[in-house]
């Protein structure tokens, strides 16, 4: 059975998800193998493994920094949410059904040995698994039946790493205070302290350190500087999502639908100089950009509802008359349709018009379509026509069935009427064939020179791995984490 080190934080965000990457790099590096694991995600990012199951993006993202292909075994419980007090539960990478929160708390104990045996067939797999807690573990009201933090390190014997984010203040009281809220034999797990985005001159920090060692008796494994690098975040925190303010000389501004999903499609635009990609929630805010995007999102109906009603679908049809491009990927290509149709209740029931740019209807069934894919574009017209012959990989998550009498996009379907091209294709961006050539247009078409040279998505992100990894073990104690590792509890 492998070796464990498990991450658990003191709140959402302060960077579990980043340092599992930088850990589970770093440990490759040093000639183990190792994988991910998280119990349970809850996250609109998800991803297709080959074998077409459905799983967290981050412990893809993770396996990806690992050097494996990701597994649903790294993450056995996925939460996606539907609404504010519902999600859709994935369990073993297929749908279980969507529970409202009350009921998912009285069924979560039920998964634990979903989650064991994934975890051990893993464990018999790889050397070590870097394990990642989620949000706090000290929340006392949901602490009943715990599966992802203290009440996973305790059922795998796993010593813990409790990491604080010093960017957003109060780092004593992060620390500090999440360990006196931990009951004794929970407190025996962690063996170490990490203090994560510290900007400024560590050596200012020396103090804190031992504020932190001589009130917890327990060492700080490391203080993590704020480190740049173009690696994906989880969805609903993430930083990028705030961004709505363009300052590049191309703007690319997507829509902020009400419950986005996979927005990291768009991260491949940010490795162009000059490039901005902002995300917009009102007519105002979209300004006059180069290239319009709707996202994919978890609820197709509402979120088409929630553009008429705010004005931004006017608001993009005027643009798009004017001659700007638009792109929908997934749920936001459903929507560029003229109706959608859910029989079945899969959203709720009924019928919804969506913005009528493409001819097309999109029916809902029981089934969701997941894999992995791979094309060309087709032979296209309008601003797209620069995407003719490029080819492609991505993958496919939707409910529903799109059909019409628009022009084919894809080898791999989608359509396109003019200016305006859709289709269900995660990812599609991501070839250095289709974004250099995306990004060459757009700067042609404003009468701007060119030059650069497109990395693919998989090499670049396999360049900022090895950036975050060379960072992250700078800043760490790795002999105390071996010896963690080494020694367990």
């Not at 991803?47 to 990701?70: C, K, N, S, Y």
């Not at 992802?148 to 390190?153: D, E, H, R, S, T």
């Amino acid at each position: 059975m492998a070796k464990t080190i498990m991450l658990q934080g003191t709140m959402s965000n302060v960077g579990k998800s980043f340092l599992t990457a930088a850990i589970c790099r770093i440990l490759m590096q040093d000639g183990f193998s190792c994988a991910p694991f998280k119990s349970q995600n809850m996250a609109l990012n998800s991803f297709v493994t080959a074998d077409g199951l459905e799983m967290g993006r981050a412990q893809a993202m993770q396996a990806e920094a690992a050097r494996i292909q990701p597994s649903v075994l790294m993450n056995p419980v996925l939460l996606k949410p539907t609404t504010d007090i519902g999600s859709q539960v994935i369990v073993n990478g297929s749908v279980l059904g969507n529970m409202r929160a009350a009921d998912y708390f009285r069924k979560k104990k039920a998964l634990m040995p979903h989650i064991v045996e994934s975890f051990n067939q893993l464990s018999s797999m790889y050397d070590i698994i870097v394990i990642e807690g989620a949000g706090s573990p000290v929340e006392l009201n949901l602490k009943s039946d715990d599966i992802v933090n203290m009440g996973l390190a305790k059922r795998l014997k796993s010593p813990v790493l409790l990491v604080g984010d010093i960017d957003r203040g109060g780092i004593f009281a992060q620390l500090l205070g999440t360990l006196q809220l931990l009951e004794p034999d929970e407190r025996s797990l962690v063996k170490g302290l990490v203090v994560n985005q510290f900007r400024g001159d560590r050596v200012l920090f020396e103090d804190g350190v031992q504020i932190l060692q001589n009130r917890s008796n327990l060492p700080v494994a490391g203080v993590v500087p704020f480190i740049q690098c173009d690696v994906e975040d989880e969805d609903s925190l993430s930083p990028k999502l705030k961004k709505s303010t363009a300052d590049a000389l191309i703007d690319i501004a997507v829509i902020k639908l009400p419950k986005i999903s996979n927005f990291t499609d768009f991260d491949v635009f940010d490795q162009f100089d000059g490039v901005s990609v902002r995300y917009v929630s009102t007519p105002e805010s979209l300004g006059n950009p180069d290239l319009i995007i709707i996202p994919g999102t978890k609820s197709t109906i509402a979120d088409a509802g929630w553009l008429a009603n705010s004005g931004l679908s006017n608001a993009v049809k005027n643009l798009l008359a004017n001659g700007t491009p638009l792109f929908g990927i997934c749920g936001g290509y459903q929507i560029m349709g003229s109706v959608i149709s859910d029989k079945i209740g899969c959203e709720g029931g009924g019928l919804t018009r969506g913005m009528e740019i493409l001819r097309s209807a999109t029916e809902f069934t029981g089934d969701k379509r997941l894999t992995q894919v791979n094309g060309k574009f087709c032979d296209i017209s309008g601003f797209f026509s620069c995407l003719s012959g490029a080819e492609f990989y991505g993958y496919e998550i939707h409910m529903g069935r799109t059909a019409g009498t628009e022009r084919q996009l894809t080898t791999c379907g989608g359509m396109f009427k003019g200016n305006a091209a859709g289709c269900y294709v995660h990812g599609i961006f991501d070839s250095a064939d289709v974004s250099g050539r995306l990004v060459k247009a757009l700067f042609e078409a404003k009468n701007l020179p060119f030059t650069e040279r497109a990395v693919d998505r998989r090499i670049y992100r396999q360049q900022q791995f090895d950036i975050m990894a060379d960072a992250v073990r700078e800043s760490l104690d790795m002999k105390l984490i071996y010896k963690i590792i080494e020694e367990g509890v």
